[in-house]
DNA sequence: TTGTAAATGTTATATTATTACATACCGTTA
DNA sequence: TAACGGTATGTAATAATATAACATTTACAA
């Protein structure tokens, strides 16, 4: 069992919203989608993201800038994250492999560093776009 | 043989300046220390810096920014890179295992999809900091 | 030498993200 | 209940990162 994180009123909003769009947002595009609901500054923007990234409720696309919603209930804590990014449509899905997750959690760098998390980002073609 | 690529006048001083850092530099950090060389504005460093990234002697660490020197004479073209991240120290090396690209360049995703390129940043504490 | 691609120079502007400070809310416990 | 502490919110200003638009110059091959 999770541990239940109770959203606050604009990290919930937020959220939605992100869900609801199903592709990676920009943070002012998102800004300007809930500023009629109240939500008026950048910064309230990023107190939102930074807990729901920090809680695993959405992960931050860093080649994009951008941040999409989780699509894999097993991965409530952003730590181990790889994603599909499509070059032409900027199509992204959220790859949840055991297989590609075990292996990153116990590579071991040959400076014998153990490393807590990572971020994985594959460029391609996705298959409308080949 | 990889072709070899003649760097221009700006594209040699922000390559010099970046392989002699040894480290990360962020774009605003590169102009400063350029300009008494007389590369005065933001658009002549971000110019270098795509074309020194598109023949891969220089890489992005998207999650800071940040442009590091290739360390790895095998990585002509930055199409495959990973990268260890110490969270504490910010100390950033370039990971060349034969084994994980090869892993990463062979990964098939379950939507079909193949991969022309990848990203991949560890993050954990560096021998020093932990 | 002439055509063309690449690189440069310059100004302005767009986009992304944080600092600083004041106030409100919410659950715990004295 | 009242006081406390942690979390969240509101607001303004600004910092940091990156690109658009346009003019000109350089490199180099046909
Ligand atoms: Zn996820
Ligand atoms: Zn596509
Ligand atoms: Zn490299
Ligand atoms: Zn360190």
Redesign the interface.
């Known amino acids: 069992m999770q541990k239940q994180h109770n959203l606050s009123k604009n990290q919930k909003i937020i959220f939605d919203l992100i869900d609801k769009a199903g592709e990676p947002m920009k943070a002012y595009s998102i800004l300007f989608n809930v500023q009629k609901k109240g939500i008026k500054a950048p910064l309230q923007v990023y107190r939102a993201l930074d807990k729901l990234v920090e809680i695993g409720k959405i992960h931050k696309i860093?080649?994009r800038n951008a941040f999409i919603a989780c699509q894999n209930s097993n991965c409530q804590i952003s730590k181990a994250t790889a994603f599909?990014i499509?070059?032409n449509c900027e199509k992204v899905?959220e790859?949840s492999?055991s297989k590609?997750s075990k292996?990153?959690s116990n590579?071991v760098?040959?400076?014998?560093?153990?490393?807590?998390?990572?971020?994985?980002?594959?460029?391609?073609?996705?298959?409308n776009c080949k």
């Open positions: 860093e080649s599909s499509c070059e899905s790859i492999s590609l292996y990153l590579f760098d040959h400076s014998g560093m153990k490393f807590s998390k990572y971020n994985l980002e594959f460029f391609g073609l996705c298959k």
